[in-house]
Nanobody, 125 residues
Framework: QVQLVESGGGLVQAGGSLRLSCAASGRTVSRNSMGWFRQAPGKEREFVATISWSGGISNYQDSVKGRFTISRDNAKNTVYLQMNSLKPEDTAVYYC??????????????????WGQGTQVTVSS
């Protein structure tokens, strides 16, 4: 079983930056595709970014392309989301997720098997 714990959220002004971390435990995720999702109040959870197990493939939601970067350090069993040029509409709870080992990247929430508890990101205008 994989446990995921997010950290790095907080309050930031528009235009600022945050770096989210997702630490995995219980089992290595070095063979798992990973993703970041977010959920704003009153809205459904939505895809933000995904990365393959090797880090060689990544994909982003259009609204964050050029501003957010997903990366991973398999030696540390950790995935990151660097968020720059933050906007008030980025305010949400951000969740880290993992697919089963061996599966490719996905933008679909239902295709992820392990989820963290989330970390709040609030961007003030």
């Amino acid at each position: 079983q994989v446990q995921l714990v997010e950290s790095g959220g907080g309050l930031v002004q528009a235009g600022g930056s945050l770096r989210l971390s997702c630490a995995a435990s219980g089992r290595t995720v070095s063979r798992n595709s990973m993703g970041w999702f977010r959920q704003a109040p009153g809205k459904e959870r939505e895809f933000v970014a995904t990365i393959s197990w090797s880090g060689g493939i990544s994909n982003y939601q259009d609204s964050v392309k050029g501003r957010f970067t997903i990366s991973r350090d398999n030696a540390k069993n950790t995935v990151y989301l660097q968020m720059n040029s933050l906007k008030p509409e980025d305010t949400a709870v951000y969740y880290c997720a993992a697919r089963r080992a061996g599966w490719g990247t996905s933008i679909e929430t239902r295709q992820y098997d392990y989820w963290g508890q989330g970390t709040q990101v609030t961007v003030s205008s």
